[in-house]
Antibody
């Protein structure tokens, strides 16, 4: 069974940093592209970032480019999102998702990031 | 950036009725469009990919159609568990984008 389990969310002050993790199991993690998608409270879905299966290719939404860094450790079946310079508008549930042919076929339960002083 | 516009924002229907949801892209996405269902407090679930292919385990009452800029998700004979928010999503271009969602609510 495919499972994705995010962790690392919490309350952080503006301009602070946070690292999210997503532990994957039930599939060959190193064979899949992985992504982060977020959802602000009461709002819709927003794609944040995608990383290729080897980690060599990365893509970012303009809203996070230069502040967020996606990475992965295929030896530990784990996806990461390093977030710096956090802003109030980054407050959201962050989901990690497995990508198959560019679509998100499995999602984690999400981790809430709250940016507030 | 490709903008996806969903309509209507809210659809009020009764169980057993049919639902037709629309997604319009600001430029052609070919058939690279998906639909997701999201229930309160849950992660989204992939329903349809490549405009018309049902994802694994999705009931046949869900169907998708369209290509280019105009797409439709049809839910026939609504079941109580189908009342949720539905999002379209394109994977044609970077950045990936989602529509703003259509809420299907019980009338």
């Amino acid at each position: 069974e495919v499972q994705l389990l995010e962790s690392g969310g919490g309350l952080v002050q503006p301009e602070g940093s946070l690292r999210l993790s997503c532990a994957a199991s039930g599939f060959t993690f190193s064979s899949y592209v992985m992504s982060w998608v977020r959802q602000a409270p009461g709002k819709g879905l927003e794609w944040v970032s995608t990383i290729g299966s080897t980690g060599a290719s990365t893509y970012y939404a303009d809203s996070v480019k230069g502040r967020f860094t996606i990475s992965r450790d295929n030896s530990k079946n784990t996806l990461f999102m390093h977030m710096n310079g956090l802003r109030a508008e980054d407050t959201a549930i962050f989901y990690c998702a497995r990508s198959t042919s560019g679509y998100y076929d499995y999602w984690g339960q999400g981790t809430l990031v709250t940016v507030s002083s | 950036e490709i903008v996806l516009t969903q309509s209507p924002a809210t659809l009020s229907l009764s169980p057993g009725e049919g639902a037709t949801l629309s997604c319009r892209a600001s430029q052609s996405v070919s058939s690279y469009l998906a639909w997701y269902q999201q229930k309160p407090g849950q992660a989204p679930r992939l329903l349809i990919y490549d405009a018309s292919n049902r994802a694994t385990g999705i009931p046949a009452r869900f169907s998708g159609s369209g290509s280019g800029t105009d797409f439709t998700l049809t839910i026939s004979n609504l079941e109580p568990e189908d009342f949720a928010v539905y999002y379209c999503h394109q994977r044609s271009n970077w950045p990936r984008t989602f529509g703003q969602g259509t809420k299907v609510e019980i009338e």
